[in-house]
């Protein structure tokens, strides 16, 4: 596989990993994320179709515990960490812009 | 230096049992022995301000004779990546900085309810991405050895702590070699546990499919009693075993008779020559190998053709976790938030994540974000997934003919700091030999096998076992300690070099 990292499409990726990327950490990354990309697409040459894939390491089945109400936070503890708080909720800047 | 931080955490929990040393005496030499030499160590992000009031309390509860845990009343270093309710928890990074936790992870809340008395949290790469702390939003830890060279990551602060005795103990986390690789180059003892043998819960999580937490020690007994503390299940942790797990100390102390070597099946993969190794560490390496031949062990090669493909497959499949994982520090419900004077919640987001995490970090959920988007899948994490089937395939076959698997437990031993941050891919090809095992699930513990002849710095040997053998792995590693101690006459880290200040 030829690797394709490109500036547009690292920019792109921090659009949708929402990191707000400078021009130089771009031109950075893709001259970085094209060696390892090169590097690490090896994983192709052996995964066959015949190969299961494996997600977990040791096999689990879901867990689920009683539905009963346990150990929750309070309110003020869910909010004490919040850069921003008001009337026992997180504040938040505008959730949509103007154009929306 | 005082002598009661050269105990071991087994001799100082005898003295203390004995009454010959209280915890506060104990506690107290730790943090005097941080105040002399942390300030160039740096092991620490956080000294605990409250250490000498849970120390005086062990005695208290001691004094009037309340039953305590083995190792009541020893200090204890805490990985900053393990949320506390009493200090910062940063993970190393700057987005958490101040961080006060709601709620103790399970490792630390076991630890407290065991007696030990947590010093401090110690420094670590940013969200445990790196192999040398040098990833760290607070500056690199240093290796007590040579304070020009890296401790290893993601845990070198929790090494560094132990190896400098400034902790007896310390917890650490194993994503891809973090716990071991920093044992390898600091001459300390680090154990992987089985994936699930020790809850996660309150662990700052980086790749929740790898994640492990274990002890951080300079003795295999101390690894083993540490791992009694802090080991089972945890109903808080749904990839937490439900298995009973036998006393790892225990282990520990059977393994030191030595008696475990004779006909032990040791192998050796044929696919991790001594050509992929600093000279020095494969001469350290095959020297352990006649130790253990010489005790009554047989070394078998054997072939993991697949080992080769897991640093590949690991830094499709990290990234990818991460990625997801560190989605949670929006700037909305902890942690940084930039102001930008207006904007929306998402550029508010943006602007924070792009000042808040470092560079590797970004690196990673950036590839992260690659491997998983649409087209890209199968190729990559999808191929990545199938390389983990091969690699357990390859650890099956193994442990169908050995009891454990031997290999040096990193490829060199401590490079210079700096020597390796402009380039990410030979970072990660430091992870070589400690990956499989969390690809696999499988525990891994690296022990001291000597100074490397070209360069004296320390040298550390990993054995890898089945899932759910971790106890075999404190019988071996022990075995195989009681015998290099005995032929070097002492502890390696009495070969460490003085650090200023306590002598």
């Given at each position: 596989?030829?690797?394709?990292?490109?500036?547009?499409?690292?920019?792109?990726?921090?659009?949708?990993?929402?990191i707000?990327?400078?021009?130089?950490?771009?031109?950075?990354?893709?001259?970085?994320?094209?060696?390892?990309?090169?590097?690490?697409?090896?994983?192709?040459?052996?995964?066959?179709?015949?190969?299961?894939?494996?997600?977990?390491?040791?096999?689990?089945?879901?867990?689920?515990?009683?539905?009963?109400?346990?150990?929750?936070?309070?309110?003020?503890?869910?909010?004490?960490?919040?850069?921003?708080?008001?009337?026992?909720?997180?504040?938040?800047?505008?959730?949509?812009?103007?154009?929306? | 230096?005082?002598?009661?931080?050269?105990?071991?955490?087994?001799?100082?929990?005898?003295?203390?049992?004995?009454?010959?040393?209280?915890?506060?005496?104990?506690?107290?030499?730790?943090?005097?022995?941080?105040?002399?030499?942390?300030?160039?160590?740096?092991?620490?992000?956080?000294?605990?301000?409250?250490?000498?009031?849970?120390?005086?309390?062990?005695?208290?509860?001691?004094?009037?004779?309340?039953?305590?845990?083995?190792?009541?009343?020893?200090?204890?270093?805490?990985?900053?990546?393990?949320?506390?309710?009493?200090?910062?928890?940063?993970?190393g990074s700057?987005i958490?900085?101040?961080?006060?936790?709601?709620?103790?992870?399970?490792?630390?809340?076991?630890?407290?309810?065991?007696?030990?008395?947590?010093?401090?949290?110690?420094?670590?790469d940013e969200f445990?991405m790196g192999?040398?702390?040098?990833h760290?939003a607070?500056?690199?830890?240093?290796?007590?050895?040579?304070?020009?060279?890296?401790?290893?990551?993601?845990?070198?602060?929790?090494?560094?702590?132990?190896?400098?005795?400034?902790?007896?103990?310390?917890?650490?986390?194993?994503?891809?070699?973090?716990?071991?690789?920093?044992?390898?180059?600091?001459?300390?003892?680090?154990?992987?546990?089985?994936?699930?043998?020790?809850?996660?819960?309150?662990?700052?999580?980086?790749?929740?499919?790898?994640?492990?937490?274990?002890?951080?020690?300079?003795?295999?007994?101390?690894?083993?009693?540490?791992?009694?503390?802090?080991?089972?299940?945890?109903?808080?942790?749904?990839?937490?075993?439900?298995?009973?797990?036998?006393?790892?100390?225990?282990?520990?102390?059977?393994?030191?008779?030595?008696?475990?070597?004779?006909?032990?099946?040791?192998?050796?993969?044929?696919?991790?020559?001594?050509?992929?190794?600093?000279?020095?560490?494969?001469?350290?390496?095959?020297?352990?190998?006649?130790?253990?031949?010489?005790?009554?062990?047989?070394?078998?090669?054997?072939?993991?053709?697949?080992?080769?493909?897991?640093?590949?497959?690991?830094?499709?499949?990290?990234?990818?976790?991460a990625?997801?994982?560190l989605?949670?520090f929006?700037?909305?419900?902890?942690?940084?938030?930039?102001?930008?004077?207006?904007?929306?919640?998402?550029?508010?987001?943006?602007?924070?994540r792009?000042?808040g995490f470092g560079d590797e970090v970004k690196r990673r959920i950036i590839?992260?974000?690659?491997?998983?988007?649409?087209?890209?899948?199968?190729?990559?994490?999808?191929?990545?997934?199938?390389?983990?089937?091969?690699?357990?395939?390859?650890?099956?076959?193994?442990?169908?003919?050995?009891?454990?698997?031997?290999?040096?437990?990193?490829?060199?031993?401590?490079?210079?700091?700096?020597?390796?941050?402009?380039?990410?891919?030979?970072?990660?090809?430091?992870?070589?030999?400690?990956?499989?095992?969390?690809?696999?699930?499988?525990?891994?513990?690296?022990?001291?096998?000597?100074?490397?002849?070209?360069?004296?710095?320390?040298?550390?040997?990993?054995?890898?076992?089945?899932?759910?053998?971790?106890?075999?792995?404190?019988?071996?590693?022990?075995?195989?300690?009681?015998?290099?101690?005995?032929?070097?006459?002492?502890?390696?880290?009495?070969?460490?070099?003085?650090?200023?200040?306590?002598?």
């Open positions: 596989m030829v690797s394709e990292i490109t500036p547009d499409l690292v920019r792109h990726l921090g659009v949708l990993a929402r707000r990327l400078s021009d130089d950490e771009v031109e950075r990354l893709t001259g970085q994320l094209d060696v390892i990309v090169d590097n690490i697409a090896k994983v192709s040459q052996v995964a066959t179709p015949d190969v299961a894939a494996t997600s977990h390491p040791i096999a689990l089945q879901n867990v689920f515990r009683p539905d009963e109400v346990g150990q929750t936070l309070t309110h003020e503890q869910a909010l004490q960490n919040a850069p921003d708080a008001a009337d026992g909720r997180f504040r938040v800047t505008a959730i949509l812009g103007e154009e929306q | 230096m005082s002598d009661i931080i050269r105990l071991t955490a087994a001799e100082l929990a005898d003295k203390l049992a004995a009454g010959e040393v209280s915890s506060v005496e104990a506690t107290q030499a730790h943090l005097d022995r941080i105040a002399a030499v942390d300030g160039d160590v740096h092991a620490f992000l956080h000294v605990n301000e409250k250490a000498l009031d849970a120390a005086a309390d062990i005695d208290r509860r001691r004094a009037a004779g309340e039953q305590l845990g083995p190792i009541a009343g020893v200090p204890l270093a805490v990985k900053d990546v393990l949320v506390t309710t009493d200090m910062p928890s940063t993970s700057k958490l900085e101040g961080y006060m936790s709601p709620f103790d992870a399970t490792v630390v809340a076991r630890s407290r309810a065991a007696g030990l008395v947590p010093l401090g949290k110690t420094n670590m445990a192999s040398s702390t040098e760290s607070y500056g690199p830890t240093h290796n007590p050895w040579d304070l020009e060279r890296i401790p290893g990551g993601s845990g070198g602060g929790s090494a560094a702590a132990v190896a400098a005795f400034e902790a007896p103990l310390a917890l650490g986390s194993d994503t891809g070699g973090s716990i071991r690789q920093p044992a390898h180059v600091t001459g300390t003892v680090g154990m992987k546990p089985t994936y699930g043998g020790v809850s996660r819960y309150g662990a700052i999580a980086l790749a929740s499919s790898l994640d492990q937490v274990g002890p951080v020690t300079r003795t295999v007994l101390d690894a083993g009693l540490l791992h009694d503390v802090i080991g089972g299940h945890d109903p808080h942790d749904s990839t937490s075993l439900t298995d009973a797990w036998p006393s790892f100390a225990d282990a520990a102390r059977e393994g030191a008779g030595g008696d475990v070597l004779k006909g032990l099946k040791v192998g050796v993969v044929k696919e991790l020559p001594d050509s992929g190794f600093q000279a020095g560490v494969a001469e350290s390496f095959r020297a352990s190998l006649d130790v253990l031949q010489a005790h009554g062990a047989e070394i078998v090669e054997i072939s993991a053709p697949h080992f080769e493909y897991g640093v590949a497959a690991y830094y499709l499949i990290l990234p990818a976790e990625s997801s994982n989605a949670k929006d700037s909305v419900r902890f942690g940084m938030r930039v102001d930008l004077n207006g904007g929306t919640v998402e550029d508010v987001m943006a602007a924070t792009d000042a590839l992260g974000t690659y491997a998983l988007s649409a087209g890209y899948y199968d190729a990559y994490y999808g191929s990545a997934q199938k390389v983990r089937t091969l690699i357990q395939q390859d650890f099956t076959n193994a442990f169908a003919e050995v009891d454990v698997i031997a290999t040096p437990s990193a490829p060199t031993t401590a490079f210079k700091l700096g020597e390796k941050i402009g380039d990410p891919l030979q970072m990660y090809l430091n992870d070589l030999t400690t990956i499989p095992a969390n690809l696999a699930g499988v525990p891994g513990i690296s022990i001291p096998s000597g100074l490397a002849s070209d360069d004296g710095l320390p040298v550390g040997i990993q054995f890898l076992a089945p899932a759910r053998e971790d106890a075999r792995l404190y019988r071996v590693g022990a075995a195989l300690e009681a015998a290099l101690v005995d032929s070097w006459g002492g502890p390696l880290l009495d070969r460490a070099p003085v650090l200023g200040g306590a002598r």
